[in-house]
């Protein structure tokens, strides 16, 4: 007997559908000529015949398709000529012989059910080996089995990713094939039930509202059926739909947990075996579009009330089909009344030309036209009326829809509507009669009937059902009209616009929103503005500012307050930034149109809730721009309090943008508001002044920087204004008169403004006005004195003498704090001019200063000489101008301090913080080195000293061709001088020089130098030399090029540690260690050669371990560390580098066993079980 495989593709149930009438296979079997059983057997095929197929349960087939069924069992034994029962057990054995192993499965199955176990296909199926191949390979499909024989599995398509390897392991192929099987044949019948039930679910659905309800239903129409369980079920899917489509995401949640009973994810869940509707929007659109009912509609030209009408001729729902007489006898009912209505329409429409022709006449007579066409039908209507009720019509287009299903407005100007309100369609029909009388059309010289010209007309697809076709059909005849028509229809073309292009509907709602007469109308047009775009960029935003600007002009304040600000208050949550940048720069942009209460209180009020809220920088930014603009806008004096809060809120703020926005746009603005009120130099910068002094007396234990820095920075931004405030209240400034003849001002007159609002020519309204002023100013200043000028007396009597006090009390060491104060003085005398500098400035700081020689051993002159006072006066206010005396001041200056300082053994930070300040700017390099120059060649081994340690400030920045020529000499020649402390004072700039420069010639000279520090024998005992060496050796190692590091620097440290092993006096020892421990710490860091690091860095680290075993066990513990660590580390380099080669080909190796791996695959066929040859243990 051939074996059959019960998953050949072949034989599908494809098949068995195409035979659903047939009972016996005819095909022809694979061992023809094969020995048959003997022909008493009412199952035994012919010679040439299939093995016919068994169906059980139904008239579905077996996987394999070739199930045999009990009516073929039957055939062939009325074939026989003898009529007997066959027993299961005969059916069983031939279905088995037959090898119809699922057909057999699917009768043990259904014996089973039935209580009928039969022993033969129990253990058959109960036997695994039946189920198992006897080798690797699959045996093909004409290979002859005996009965029980392995049970075939096909070859699928396979790839190497989707191979199960565990499947076809060494130890065998046993598969569970058979298990997959039962699982198929379970599902379909799971399947089945499903459906079964579903078909069941459905009809107890319908059938549950009982009949008689259903027949009262029916006979009452207005009354509403209850809901059926299926339609809630189909309902509430479409409503969850719908929600989760549309972000409510909340609201689905709790729709879900309140019908529990039902899962929303899966349609079929509802139980209808039926398609899944449209979802709501699409079944909302489509019910808008259908047809309304006979009852809802009524001809406009008739007006004919439902009671009138003869007999029912509204079609209701029919509880029992009309036979065919019924159907007739209202088909020509209706007919009927059908004539009588258009025969009625033509006279109507009769009436309508007269009444038009009257109009024409009335126009020509009065003088100008009526402001509504409206007015005209009803008066005209007076002595022939416009239809057959003419009752009073509102005057305003209430949005009805015109309906021109049945009439040709071209070919009898007749207009009907779908709406109820048969009085206003009339209305409006005389409207649109009287519009299109202005254009004459040719009337054909015909004899055709009204009815059959509308029948005719007919054929027109026009269509007014929809919102859109009632638009279409209706034409606006007034400006007051279109501007209904759009307030209808932009709120539908918004949505359906890109959201890259709508930006180009602005204007269009715009003018809409400024028009339109309904005020509701207005807000909503307004709204859809705002929330045009969903995120809205730059370009977009200023599109819609410009727009609120145009309509704010041309609406006014009240309309501005009333419809653009609440706009504005509903988005100043909104969760997109780009919504709330929106708000708060169109509070801005809309504040010069607003009514002043409310400039300065809700406007103010919403600014102010945004600033200290919201967490977008750039909101904040455009909030702080607002409120300047605000400031420039308020008139209210009662709120200066309120601002100067602002100022100081927004200077506080984290964000440098939102600083930057606040110097130029804010405190100009403010400040302009203060110059006018008369507080500037009276309340706002003295209560700046206030708090730096608070700040001050605060921060004796550590002062906060970043609130100097925010008053100090307003203080600089108030400068501008407090100039324009000297200027216009000067004694010459009604003299001040611009004209040509005036000379252009200097382009560096003043320093460059951050923002147009900080321009002294815009603050003071022009710049020949300005270079007027000038002119006079510096005239008054040199000649005139400053005699009754009190705001220039201000500036000198109080406000110089107060800063000059704050400045002497920080301390010198910040940096910070003396680069802001030099930047402020810088612009403070830039700003005010030179004669004002040098008349004014400078006199009261050399007063304070003193540096006269016979002041060189005071203490109090030493005192202020120590101070912040000397870098903020030669950095801030004698670099201010840059010509040869400046420079010759500057340098003189700082030679007198130098020397004032190192002659009365002061400390040098003052100086330090000078050299650095100034150090910063190339432009000063050459001057500082002539300064130092001074002290190289002065006969005071202090000074020389002071000199020598202020080359490391300058040289870092400096030019290396300028350390070449300059430098390097200068400290050449310190250190032949005898002075041991001078020498040693040469060495941090050696060392910076070994750190910043490249040039490898004076780079050795360097070396050389510092090479003779170390060898010389006469600096071998010099304790203070060797700290200074290692010191420098600590600082300057990380960054030295890694030559020098490697060949001088730790090989001189190994030196240096295992001498101090040796020394005898144990502070000295410590000093020393403390200072090799803090050198090779930050040495340990750098990348190192083994040789270095094995010659040089870990004996010198042994050194130094000893010594701090005795010394200093906290350090020893780290030390001992950093040894294991640096062993480790060598270790490892010798591992890696004997391991290089090996890594190298064993990644090579494995490589290119990859590779033939995964050639190896590739060769293979998409067989499964091919592949499982590939595995197998070879023998």
């Not at 008493?40 to 040439?48: I, K, L, R, T, V």
């Not at 119809?100 to 199926?125: M, N, S, V």
């Not at 819609?544 to 419809?563: D, N, S």
């Not at 040469?986 to 750190?995: K, L, N, R, S, V």
């Amino acid at each position: 007997m051939a074996s059959v495989n019960p998953f050949d593709v072949s034989d599908s149930e494809e098949e068995a559908e195409r035979r659903p009438n047939e009972t016996v296979d005819t095909e022809r079997s694979p061992s023809e000529g094969a020995p048959g059983p003997p022909p008493g057997n009412p199952f035994s095929p012919p010679a040439d015949a299939e093995p016919p197929t068994l169906l059980l349960s139904s008239n579905r087939t077996s996987p394999s398709g070739e199930g045999m069924s009990v009516s073929a069992a039957a055939t062939s034994t009325m074939a026989g000529g003898v009529e007997a029962r066959v027993s299961v057990d005969v059916i069983a054995a031939q279905l088995l012989r037959d090898q119809y192993i699922l057909t057999a499965l699917e009768f043990h199955t259904e014996l089973l059910e039935a209580g009928r176990e039969l022993p033969r296909l129990r253990d058959y199926f109960s036997n695994p080996g039946n189920f198992e191949r006897q080798s690797g390979t699959p045996p093909a499909k004409d290979q002859v089995l005996g009965p029980g024989g392995p049970l075939n599995r096909a070859g699928s398509i396979s790839t190497l990713d989707s191979l199960d390897f565990a499947r076809y392991s060494d130890d065998g192929n046993r598969e569970s094939d058979e298990r997959v099987a039962v699982l198929e044949f379970e599902l379909r019948k799971a399947k089945e039930t499903i459906q079964a039930l579903r078909a069941n679910l459905t009809q107890a659905a319908e059938s549950e509202v009982a009949s008689q309800e259903r027949k009262n239903f029916k006979s009452s129409p207005e009354i509403q059926e209850p809901i059926r369980p299926l339609e809630k079920r189909a309902l509430n899917f479409l409503v969850n739909e719908y929600l989760l489509k549309n972000e409510y995401k909340l609201s689905s949640i709790t729709f879900s947990d309140e019908n529990d009973d039902q899962d929303f994810e899966l349609w079929d869940d509802v139980g209808l075996n039926i398609p899944k509707p449209p979802d709501l929007l699409q079944l909302y659109r489509n019910g808008g579009s259908t047809l309304s009912s006979p009852r809802d509609k009524v001809d406009v030209s008739v007006g004919v009330a439902f009671g009138d009408l003869p007999g029912n001729c509204i079609a209701r729902e029919p509880q029992k089909k009309p036979d065919l007489s019924q159907q007739s006898e209202v088909v020509q009912e209706l007919e009927y009344q059908l004539n009588l209505l258009n025969s009625e329409k033509q006279s109507l429409a009769e009436q309508i030309k007269k009444l038009q022709s009257e109009i024409q006449i009335l126009k020509k007579s009065v003088s100008s036209p009526p402001p509504a066409t409206l007015e005209l039908c009803s008066s005209s209507s007076s002595s022939k009326p416009c239809s057959t009720n003419p009752p009073s019509v509102p005057s305003l287009d209430n949005g009805q829809y015109l309906d021109i299903r049945g009439v040709s407005e071209a070919g009898n100007d007749l207009v009907s509507t779908s709406t109820q309100n048969t009085s206003q369609s009339q209305q409006q029909t005389c409207n649109k009669a009287t519009s299109q009388q202005r254009v004459q059309f040719d009337q054909p010289n015909r004899k055709l009937s009204p009815v059959f010209q509308q029948a005719l007309l007919s054929f027109c697809r026009m269509c007014s059902e929809s919102r859109l076709g009632a638009e279409v059909s209706r034409i606006a005849d007034s400006e007051e009209s279109v501007m209904l028509m759009l307030g209808r229809c932009l709120p539908h073309i918004v949505p359906n616009v890109l959201l890259a292009k709508r930006e180009e509907l602005i204007p269009l709602i715009l003018c809409t929103a400024c028009l339109h007469p309904e005020p509701k109308e207005r807000d909503q047009l307004l709204h859809i503005l705002f929330n045009l775009i969903k995120r809205p960029d730059d370009e977009q935003r200023q599109m819609i500012l410009t727009g609120c600007v145009a309509f704010a002009r041309h609406v006014g304040p009240t309309r501005v307050e009333a419809e653009l600000l609440p706009q504005c208050w509903e988005q100043i949550n909104h969760k997109y930034p780009e919504r709330r940048l929106l708000v708060a720069e169109a509070c801005g942009a809309l504040a010069p149109y607003l009514p002043k209460e409310i400039r300065s209180s809700l406007v103010l009020s919403m600014l102010q809730q945004m600033l200290a809220e919201d967490k977008a920088d750039m909101v904040r930014e455009a909030v702080v721009k607002s409120l300047g603009i605000i400031m420039g806008y308020i008139d209210d004096s009662d709120k200066y309090a309120q601002g100067f809060e602002l100022m100081l809120l927004s200077l506080g703020d984290p964000s440098e943008r939102v600083v930057n926005a606040v110097h130029q746009v804010f405190i100009p603005a403010f400040a302009a508001w203060t110059t006018e009120l008369g507080t500037l130099h009276t309340a706002l910068i003295p209560s700046l002044l206030a708090r730096i002094e608070k700040l001050l007396t605060q921060g004796e234990h550590g002062l906060d920087e970043h609130k100097l820095h925010v008053f100090l920075s307003a203080l600089q931004s108030l400068i501008p204004p407090l100039f324009a405030v000297v200027l216009q209240n000067a004694p010459f400034t009604s003299r001040a008169k611009p004209h040509e003849d005036i000379p252009a001002i200097e382009v560096t007159r003043f320093p460059r403004p951050a923002s147009p609002l900080q321009d002294m020519a815009i603050i003071i309204g022009n710049r020949e006005l300005l270079s007027s002023l000038l002119l006079l100013y510096d005239h008054q200043l040199e000649h005139e004195g400053t005699t009754g000028w009190e705001s220039l007396l201000w500036v000198v009597n109080q406000l110089l003498p107060q800063l000059i006090d704050i400045v002497g009390r920080i301390n010198v060491t910040s940096s910070t704090c003396v680069h802001e104060f030099s930047r402020f003085f810088w612009r403070f005398c830039r700003t005010f001019g030179k004669i004002f500098t040098n008349t004014k400035v400078k006199p009261q700081f050399q007063e304070i200063l003193r540096l006269s020689e016979e002041n060189v051993d005071a203490s109090a002159g030493n005192g202020i000489l120590t101070k912040a006072t000397v870098p903020i006066y030669a950095t801030g206010v004698l670099t201010c101008y840059n010509q040869e005396e400046d420079r010759k001041l500057l340098v003189g200056f700082l030679e007198d301090v130098m020397t004032t300082l190192s002659l009365s053994h002061a400390p040098l930070d003052s100086l330090k913080a000078s050299f650095v300040e100034l150090g910063a700017n190339p432009v000063y390099h050459e001057l500082l080195l002539t300064v130092l120059w001074y002290g190289v060649v002065h006969t005071s081994a202090l000074v020389r000293c002071t000199a020598a340690r202020m080359f490391e400030l300058v040289l870092r920045g400096m030019s290396e061709a300028l350390v070449d020529r300059r430098a390097a000499p200068a400290l050449i020649t310190l250190c032949s001088g005898p002075e041991l402390s001078v020498r040693i004072a040469t060495i941090p700039a050696f060392g910076t020089i070994m750190e910043t420069v490249t040039q490898k010639e004076l780079l050795e000279r360097v070396k050389m130098q510092l090479a003779s520090f170390l060898e010389d024998p006469q600096y071998q005992d010099q304790h203070s030399l060797h700290m200074e060496i290692i010191r420098t050796f600590g600082r300057v190692g990380p960054n030295a090029e890694p030559r020098f590091r490697d060949d001088f620097v730790l090989p001189h440290l190994h030196k240096l540690a295992l001498a101090n092993n040796s020394q005898s006096v144990e502070s000295k020892r410590i000093d020393i260690a403390i200072h090799l421990f803090e050198a090779y710490s930050a040495l340990s860091c750098c990348f190192i050669s083994e040789e270095v690091m094995v010659n040089h860095f870990l004996p010198g680290l042994r050194c130094l371990h000893a010594d701090m075993e005795q010394l200093s066990p906290e350090h020893e513990v780290i030390l001992g560390s950093m040894i294991k660590e640096c062993e480790i580390k060598v270790e490892n380099r010798g591992i890696s580098d004997a391991q290089g080669s090996i890594s190298i080909a064993s990644s090579l190796v494995g490589e290119d066993a990859k590779t033939k791996f995964l050639s190896k695959m590739g060769q293979l066929t998409t067989s499964g079980a091919m592949l499982a040859n590939v595995f197998q243990r070879k023998k």
